[in-house]
């Protein structure tokens, strides 16, 4: 079992930043892949980064350029640096982990743009 709580939600102005955190807890050695994945209502929820174990990460391309992801060597926190916000990022922010046999997501946290 892994276990994942995430923390950094909360209102910002219009470009603006938060930075995410995610803690995992827990069969952490298996992890191979973290990330987030966020859900505004009414929409699909959709993949926002990624990083592996090896480092490589993906983004959304709305996001790309603007959303930084990294993680620590432990392989338990993964952070995502989301800086010149827009309100059309305003959405519940999951955490996710992967380990080889399913995926685990936190509880999501709440992330409002908006002046």
């Known amino acids: 079992q892994v276990q994942l709580v995430e923390s950094g939600g909360g209102l910002v102005q219009p470009g603006g930043s938060l930075r995410l955190s995610c803690t995992a807890a827990g069969r952490i050695f298996s992890i191979y892949n973290m990330g987030w994945y966020r859900q505004a209502p009414g929409k699909q929820r959709e993949l926002v980064a990624s990083?592996?174990?090896?480092?490589?990460?993906n983004y959304l391309d709305s996001v790309r350029g603007r959303f930084t992801i990294s993680g620590s060597n432990a392989k338990n926190m993964v952070y995502l640096q989301m800086n010149s916000l827009k309100p059309e990022a305003t959405a519940v922010y999951y955490c996710?982990?992967?380990?080889?046999?399913?995926?685990?997501w936190g509880q999501g946290t709440q992330i409002t743009v908006s002046s």
């Open positions: 990083i592996t174990t090896g480092n490589s990460t």
């Open positions: 996710h982990a992967d380990v080889p046999t399913r995926r685990y």
